[in-house]
């Protein structure tokens, strides 16, 4: 499946009322995916994934597999780096959010480390800009 509609999927899901733990879902499911097309176009397919934290064994939606599993291809890279960019600031916010209203703490500490791994995910998202735009080559 091309990563824009797995894009378009994840922000279907933050445009419904997602729950504190499907935002939570919802930004290690973006992490993966913004790794998996950083995967893709640097044709870097032996880069090991490594995560910022646990994230979610399935996927948001409880029981699907994560959605950078289903990816196939990137047919417009800018484009898609740009979805990417923008989900992941709505799925930040949305974490800051709830993080601020967390009842105890280790759904403190969830949030932390997703938040982590969304600015991970950005800092991916943006060296990978550089490179599909020819920058810092």
């Known amino acids: 499946m091309d990563a824009a509609r797995l894009v378009a999927q994840a922000e279907q899901t933050m445009r419904g009322a997602p729950q504190p ?3 939570i879902a919802e ?3 973006a992490f ?3 790794e998996a097309v950083g995967r893709l176009l640097t044709a870097d397919h032996e880069r090991p994934v490594v ?6 064994v399935v996927g948001a939606a409880g029981g ?10 990137v047919r417009d ?12 600031g709505e799925i930040g916010l949305a974490l800051v959010a709830v993080t601020c209203t ?10 932390i480390e997703a938040l982590d791994a969304v600015d991970e995910a950005k800092d991916r998202v943006r060296a990978l800009t550089r490179e599909t735009r020819g920058e810092g080559r």
């Open 64 to 73: 699907d597999p994560p959605r950078a599993v289903r990816l196939t291809g």
């Open 102 to 111: 967390a009842e105890d703490e280790a759904a403190y500490w969830n949030c």
């Open 51 to 56: 995560r910022a934290g646990p994230g979610p």
């Open 32 to 34: 993966e995916l913004t």
């Open 27 to 29: 930004a290690w499911q």
């Open 77 to 88: 890279p800018e484009g898609t780096l740009r979805a990417l960019r923008t989900l992941l």
């Open 21 to 23: 733990d499907d935002i």
